[in-house]
């Protein structure tokens, strides 16, 4: 079993910046794929990035290319979304999601552990 706890979100103005972070407890956290995912209201849940094991590769979502980024320290069992050049569109909960598998699809439904969720809230 894994836990996973979230932390990090708050209230920032459009372009500034926050750090997500996720920390796991309960397995071996070298051995899980680390994926964010976000949930604005009355909208349906999106994969915002993945990062592997290793941290050697990572996906992101088209409209957070190049402004936010998905890393992991294994040895501190966290894995972390930082978030520059934040919009309004940005607004959502924000989860960070654990997966068995090597690459856990874009939907979700691969992961096997969540976190509780952090509200993330972007004014113009």
């Known amino acids: 079993q894994v836990q996973l706890v979230n932390s990090g979100g708050g209230s920032v103005q459009a372009g500034g910046s926050l750090r997500l972070s996720c920390a796991a407890s309960?397995?071996?956290?070298?051995?899980?794929?680390m994926g964010w995912f976000r949930q604005a209201a009355g909208k349906e849940r999106e994969a915002v990035g993945r990062?592997?094991?290793?941290?050697?590769?990572?996906y992101y979502l088209d409209s957070v290319k190049g402004r936010f980024t998905i890393s992991r320290d294994n040895p501190k069992n966290t894995a972390y979304l930082q978030m520059n050049s934040l919009k309004p569109e940005d607004t959502a909960v924000y989860y960070c999601?654990?997966?068995?598998?090597?690459?856990?699809?874009?939907?979700?439904?691969?992961?096997?552990?969540w976190g509780q969720g952090t509200q993330v809230t972007v004014a113009s």
């Open positions: 309960g397995d071996t956290f070298s051995s899980l794929t």
């Open positions: 999601a654990a997966s068995r598998t090597l690459y856990p699809g874009r939907t979700g439904r691969d992961y096997d552990y």
């Open positions: 990062i592997s094991r290793s941290a050697g590769v990572t």
